[in-house]
């Protein structure tokens, strides 16, 4: 069984630790957060995400919602509308998956206020230890960069080009209704007004619970002015350019207390591993946006990459190179697939390029 360290400890980091953790490996988690705070967003993820969660011991099932259709919705009649029939999607709070991993994993072995700084190399790319800016250390057989978008481990261990602000800028949140609309029972919607450079999604994520974003281009909404109050006004006054359902699910004063984040360019790095350090999740393939199915490359990494650390424990895969090189090639053709798929949605938002119905190229 191998000692293995993860950093970051979100979604990927600790889905990865409980699976690696139930094959017997010695498994410690780092983030540099001092504590988990709570997230208001919601998300898709797909039938098989669920399943994977319920080898994993975490029965899901009650706390999402069932989704078995979609629209994506442009404002402008010329752009066709894209229907999703027949999927097999749920709607989910972030914070109910983190919270689940977390209690599942227990938190003795998770380290809080590491954030990571550096490694301390053995030979050519090995490394023997993780040092964090506190001045901890931890010293491991191998490495999983689990921290994100913005990954230390990356620039640190597999250096390549910096990832680029997309001038997007999201604000999330959940409201909860009293009855949730018929239009999104089983269903999301994505409503896209490039003329405004702002989509709106709305995702049931609970009985009567709504989650749901702005998508926001900032070259015409300029993120220095964002957090003021005028701002927002603005922002509220142009969701009354959306149907009627968008301005019941999202109240002016839910927006106030939305969350917001930049999204970062989507360019994987050139190699997911270095050594004995693996990149998975956000850090390795940023897929920050809606219908990007981020939670589920999440997911599948982890159980991708722990059958295979499995295979290497038990001399089945010849060494540590053969067993990332695997995991890269078996990942990289559906990643890139759903980095083409957000790349045309972006340019969208930002009106250049008419939507078209893309429903083949996302296995929601
Ligand atoms: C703007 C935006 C919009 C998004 N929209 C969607 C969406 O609509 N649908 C969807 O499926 N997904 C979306 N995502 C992606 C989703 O947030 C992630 O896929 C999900 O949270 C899992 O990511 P992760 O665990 O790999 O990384 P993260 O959630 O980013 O977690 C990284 C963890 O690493 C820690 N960390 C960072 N740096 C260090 C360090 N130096 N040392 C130690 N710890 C560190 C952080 O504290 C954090 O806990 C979006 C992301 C962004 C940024």
């Known amino acids: 069984m191998l000692n293995i360290a993860v950093l970051g400890a979100s979604i990927s980091g600790l889905a990865i630790a409980l699976r690696l953790q139930s094959s017997g490996h010695q498994v410690s988690v780092w983030d540099g957060r001092r ?4 997230s208001n967003a919601g998300w898709l993820f797909n039938h098989s995400s669920l399943a994977h969660l319920r080898e994993l011991g975490i029965d899901l099932a009650d706390m ?3 989704i078995t259709s979609g629209e994506q919705i442009p404002h402008h009649s010329k752009n066709a509308a894209a229907h999703f029939e027949s999927i097999s999607t749920h709607g ?27 490694f301390q190399p053995q030979q ?16 491991a057989d191998l490495f999983i960069g689990a921290d994100g978008v913005d990954s230390k481990v990356r620039s640190v261990q597999i250096p390549g080009p910096q990832l680029r602000p997309l001038n997007i800028m999201e604000i999330r949140g959940t409201t909860t209704v009293p009855e949730l609309p018929r239009e999104l029972v089983k269903s999301f919607k994505l409503y896209e007004n490039n003329r405004l450079g702002m989509n709106v999604y709305l995702i049931p994520t609970a009985e009567n619970d709504i989650s749901w ?9 300029p993120l220095k002015e ?24 999202i109240p002016a004063s839910s927006l106030a207390n939305g969350q917001i984040r930049a999204s970062k360019d989507q360019e994987f790095p050139d190699r997911f591993h270095r050594g004995n350090v693996v990149l998975i999740g956000d850090a390795a393939h940023p897929l920050t946006s809606f219908l990007g199915q981020s939670i589920d490359s999440s997911l599948e990494d982890t159980q991708v990459l722990g059958d295979m650390i499995d295979d290497l424990s038990r001399g089945n895969i010849a060494d540590l190179e053969t067993c990332f090189t695997d995991f890269i090639r078996q990942r990289r053709p559906i990643l890139r697939a759903r980095q083409r798929f957000i790349r045309n949605q972006e340019s969208a938002l930002k009106g250049h390029l008419a939507v078209k119905n893309q429903n083949s190229v996302v296995t929601l």
Do not use: M, W
Request: positive net charge.
């Open 35 to 38: 504590s988990f705070s709570a």
């Open 64 to 66: 999402t919602h069932r």
């Open 92 to 118: 989910i709070r972030q914070q109910v998956l983190h919270d689940r991993l977390l209690f599942k994993l227990g938190t003795k072995n998770i380290h809080l206020g590491a954030q990571f700084d550096e």
């Open 124 to 139: 050519g790319y090995i490394v023997k230890s993780a040092r964090f800016l506190d001045g901890r250390e931890v010293f």
């Open 213 to 221: 974003g702005l998508q926001i281009d900032l070259n015409r909404h």
């Open 226 to 249: 964002f957090h003021s109050n005028g701002k927002l006004n603005e922002i509220s006054a142009s969701l009354s350019e959306f149907p009627k359902l968008v301005r019941r699910c």
